[in-house]
């Protein structure tokens, strides 16, 4: 079995009596797809933030990337590559200024910022859209470029938070080749997606329902385990005893 990068034991968070995540234990592995899953109001937006360092547990333990999520946030924030469905790029500076800035945000050198943006340039075939307004590109391009210079720095884990909602079917296919060379290549991918589709793409899936993880195990495994025909009737089947949704 590959190395673990992200393990939870019993991770807990509270707001005040209402337990927002309830105790939840997995590992994730390194260059692992783990897709993780609930319908609105799981918990999983919540123990993404933990995970994140952005959120620290009420109780519980975990690490990702070797650093303490109950101490280490900072820590954790330096060495993870994030990307959520709201396109976190600045849309009036061109395509190079996007990449050059975000470069120094996660300290990389004048010299490694200029090799490791002419790779990413080169790999999305971006090269001619060098010094074009972000603002101006395709929403697909937009996310294609959102996930290469989250991963600039080259981090251990990056956690995409539905990444491909109000793209089309194409674009959603071509980003999910961008995320199979990025684990191939040993980087840990933590994704949480609306489209079921997308589940059958990922190495193992969980699924969250009230706070707590009620599956979690491989696509084909888990419709066998629910005598399902998809990743949908599974999610529909767990999430249809849900007590609550935000």
Partial sequence: MSEVVISVRE???????????????????RGEIFGFLGANGAGKTTAM????GLSFPTSGSGTVAGYDVMHQGEEIK???????????????LTVWENINLFAGIYGLSKSETKERAAELLERL?????RNT?????PLGWKQKLSFAIATIHRPEVVFLDEPT?????????QFWELIYEA???????????????????CSRVSIMVDGQVRALDTPAKLKQQFAAQSMDEVFRTLARGAKRAE
């Fill in 78 to 92: 330096r060495h993870i590559g994030y990307m959520s469905q709201r396109f976190s790029l600045y849309n009036d």
């Fill in 125 to 129: 075939n971006f090269a001619s859209e």
């Fill in 49 to 52: 933030r933990m995970l994140c």
């Fill in 183 to 201: 684990a191939e290549g040993g980087t840990t991918i933590f994704v949480t997606t609306h489209y079921m589709d997308e589940a059958e793409y």
């Fill in 165 to 173: 909602g109000g793209v089309d079917p194409m674009t959603r296919r």
């Fill in 133 to 137: 307004i972000v603002g101006s590109l």
């Fill in 11 to 29: 991770l807990t968070k509270r707001f005040g009596d209402f337990t927002a995540v309830d105790s939840i234990s997995f590992d994730v592995h």
